[in-house]
């Protein structure tokens, strides 16, 4: 049984952060199994927020080593995202986990992979996911072209995933740091 299906899309626009999620968990290729899974979160005291795509107890076990790395780095995003992708990379059990994060803080935005990758993105707009594309795709255009601020364009370009994606649905959850 292969669960799959989520779209996580995350914006930043001068100090403001948003990352968004949707809300469905699918089973194979055409059973909707929930529809308001929550798949963004807050981390370290509510500084850094992350959303994942992939497996959902795999996502779990990742952003709680992830929040021990950000204490263990006394909350440094970049040092503690290049210490979780080495132990990713260099551990045979974490290896086999199938999931991706996007996290950030008032200062930086990383995607975190499996593949021990560590993406800052060149524009301040990530995706991940089934509808990954289409989010990031649309968050581009919104940002390059709108005066909107990050939550909306994060929740614009996840609905718009949505209305392609058959792996999205639009119960979208939203976290924000800053602005």
Known sequence: MEIRGTTICAVRRGKQVAIAGDGQVTIGESTVFKSSAKKVRRLYGGKVITGFAGSVADA???????????????????????????????????????????????????ILSGNGEVIDPDDGVA??????????????ALVQNTELSAEEIAVKAMNIAASICVYTNDHISVEMIGG
Do not use: H, P
């Open 60 to 110: 779990f076990a990742l952003c709680e080593r992830f929040e021990e790395k950000l204490t263990q780095c006394g909350g440094n995003l970049e040092r503690a995202a290049v210490n979780l992708a080495q132990e990713w990379r260099g551990d045979a059990v974490m290896r086999k986990l199938e999931s991706m994060l996007i996290v950030a803080d008032q200062d930086n935005m990383l």
């Open 127 to 140: 995706a991940i996911g089934s509808g990954g594309n289409y989010a990031l795709a649309a968050a581009r």
